[in-house]
């Protein structure tokens, strides 16, 4: 269910660009999501095509892609590639790491179009 | 047009937690978060510890999807108990926090415990401004959940095993819980709980403190890491 929480912030933040840069439609949202946050992209779509409707993202497709995890050893400093079940620094055997990588979801890029390319559009 | 943005899609969250976790810092109260599933001995646990930390005061918020009944449970103990009902979201968000921090006496509070919506994925995704997270596991659940639920373990600061007084009755093996916990998290204590037969009890009630101790007094720059 967190899927809907990370989509509603999502939202407010594209509308809120979108609105900056005098766009009047977006199309596609182009967003990072680090492997320990467990999101399921199935989930993360169908929540966001519930929530944009009736908004000027209404249509647009949501691009996600899933970035490996980076985890830094805070005993020997030792940087690794975890797996979500397996934190175990192979330099020292303990698990007690900072995830300096892939802890984060992060929106990348918004294509919208914009009241001036309608314009130019509508010229041609 | 594409527009290029470097944003982190919780930073609104995030933000509000940073103000949460300063608001504490300033009053010298501890903010503890704690997770665990439905049922696991979250408010029996705060029944048990608030009177036993007095002189040092308590306050707690409890985030259920209904009912006041946990807050009402720990309201006599504590200096304030505020209930925040979350209707269908599984998780408490740091403006909930931000906003019953506003009708708590901090100045009158040592301890801040957030008891969260009894779940074991989305609490751990929205910091709210604690300084540690409090993950309870309770031996009915099974032996398997640290495997089960890694990314919450992973993060635990202290994992409490409650209900351990069921030892005798149940096929839990502890040996199993270690090894998947040797994986994930060697840095938070594991401590075998029973809020019935108390014991643990004292090993938990010597870690609060040491982490008061450390919490607040790096924040207060007393404590050099």
Known sequence: MHEFSIVSSLLE??????????????????IEAGVIRQIVP????????????????????????????????????????????????????KADVDIISGNDIMLKSIDCQTLNEQEEQDED | ????????????????????????????????????????????????????????????????????????????????????????SCHLYANQIQSALDDIDLAQTDYMFIENVGNMVCPGEFDLGENVKVILYSLPEGDDKVAKYPTIFSVADI???????????????MQRVKEDLAKLNTRAPLIEFSSKTKEGFDEWLDWLRKEKREHVGRQVGFVKE
């Open chain 2, 159 to 173: 994992i409490l095993l409650t209900k351990c007084d069921l030892k005798p009755v149940l096929d839990f093996s």
């Open chain 2, 1 to 88: 047009m594409k527009i290029k943005v470097i944003k982190h899609i919780l930073a609104a969250n995030d933000e509000i937690a940073s103000l949460n976790r300063k608001k504490l810092a300033d009053a010298d109260v501890l903010g503890l978060n704690l997770i665990s599933s439905p049922g696991s001995g979250k408010t029996t646990l705060l029944e048990k510890t608030i009177p036993a930390l007095l002189p040092e005061r308590s306050s707690v918020i409890v985030g259920d999807l209904q009912t006041g009944r946990d807050a009402e449970r720990v309201a006599k103990m504590a200096v304030e108990s505020i209930q925040i009902n979350t209707g269908l």
């Open chain 1, 42 to 93: 199935e989930i993360m779509t169908t929540a966001w095509e519930s929530i944009i409707v009736d908004t000027i993202a209404d249509g647009s497709v949501l691009k996600i892609t899933v970035v490996p995890a980076i985890a830094k050893c805070r005993i020997c400093e030792n940087q690794f590639e975890p797996e979500i079940d397996n934190y175990l620094c192979q330099k020292c055997l």
């Open chain 1, 13 to 30: 933040q594209v509308l809120e660009i979108a609105k900056s840069n005098n766009a009047l439609k977006v199309n596609e949202v182009e």
